[in-house]
């Protein structure tokens, strides 16, 4: 392959997570829209619900010649994908969108200082810290304890979310696992999501708006995703998707209205900023994007 088609290769495969991420928080600014007639559980349960029935019909997994701990794998993935989106989509309903996703990205960041064990490692932490702090004293008046603590909650199940995928990874051929993970998640969430959504599962417009959520906010970012990790070094990739944040922020301002003070966009900034260099530091070490950074190669799990 030439230098000029490798480039080019390339430049597609920007675009494609470029393309992703729009879609990403596309989804999320939908959801939080619907958020009055089906509430966050509500949308949580849809979103689970249609993209295991979407992965399900793609992957068609096997539910024979697994073993226990293969199956004691795929529960608690899908366990974790329920909570964390949970969490996510209640932290939502108090937080701007932007804020939710860059307190959110410390969990995966977290994980990545933790295996890294490099003084540069804690150098990011310290630059991220300041951004949450930065991004608190922005906007204090905004911020809600229950609100920062379901978004520090879901951050907490994202890093759970890699650990699972990446030991399901190991016990699954393909999309098996996660697919069957997915259809324990989607379980899970039904008695919570009816009844936060009520009367309104029965309305057929609103169910619709729910799939285009699951499909804007897992499906096509997954799909893009896994095209673009066959051009990019997935160190490179990584640092792409630390840029969720400031998508995030953006999508905010424009489709829901949610203005940032000087000091929450420094913030934001320094998060993402932080994220990226733990990913790129960590890059030639075997183990960081299996396990310590959202590199990992596996459907984006909320936003």
């Known amino acids: 392959m030439s230098a000029a088609v490798a480039s080019g290769s390339r430049s597609v495969a920007v675009g494609l997570v470029a393309v992703g991420l729009i879609c990403q928080e596309v989804g999320a600014s939908l959801a939080v829209l619907l958020f009055p007639q089906m509430g966050p559980l509500g949308m949580v349960m849809l979103r689970l619900v249609f993209s295991a029935l979407i992965l399900t019909l793609i992957a068609r997994p096997s539910l024979r010649g697994h073993s226990a701990h293969a199956w004691r794998a795929a529960l608690m993935l899908g366990g974790v994908l329920a909570l964390m989106n949970g969490l996510f989509y209640l932290a939502l309903r108090e937080l701007p969108l932007g804020v939710t996703v860059t307190i959110e990205v410390l969990g995966p960041l977290a994980l990545a200082v933790a295996v890294a064990r490099s003084r540069a490692a804690w150098l990011w932490a310290g630059l991220a810290l300041l951004g949450i702090l930065a991004l608190g004293g922005g906007g204090w008046d905004r911020l809600t304890v229950t609100g920062v603590l379901f978004a520090l909650g879901a951050a907490a199940s994202w890093a759970g979310y890699i650990l699972a995928s990446a030991r399901v990874?190991?016990?699954?051929?393909?999309?098996?696992?996660?697919?069957?993970?997915?259809?324990?998640?989607?379980?899970?969430?039904?008695?919570?999501?009816?009844?936060?959504?009520?009367?309104?599962l029965l309305r057929l417009e609103l169910v619709a708006l729910g799939a285009a959520v699951a499909v804007l906010s897992s499906t096509i970012p997954y799909a893009l995703e896994l095209i673009a990790l066959r051009r990019l070094a997935p160190a490179v990739f990584g640092v792409l998707m630390s840029l969720g944040p400031a998508t995030a922020s953006l999508a905010g301002f424009l489709l829901l209205g949610q203005h940032l003070s000087v000091l929450e966009v420094i913030g934001i900034a320094l998060v993402v900023i932080a994220s990226a260099g733990a990913v790129w530091a960590g890059r030639d070490r075997p183990d960081g994007p299996a396990l310590g950074t959202p590199t990992t190669p596996v459907p984006t799990p909320v936003s």
């Open 169 to 200: 990874g190991q016990e699954f051929e393909r999309l098996d696992g996660l697919a069957l993970a997915m259809i324990f998640g989607a379980v899970l969430s039904l008695p919570f999501g009816i009844v936060d959504a009520g009367a309104s």
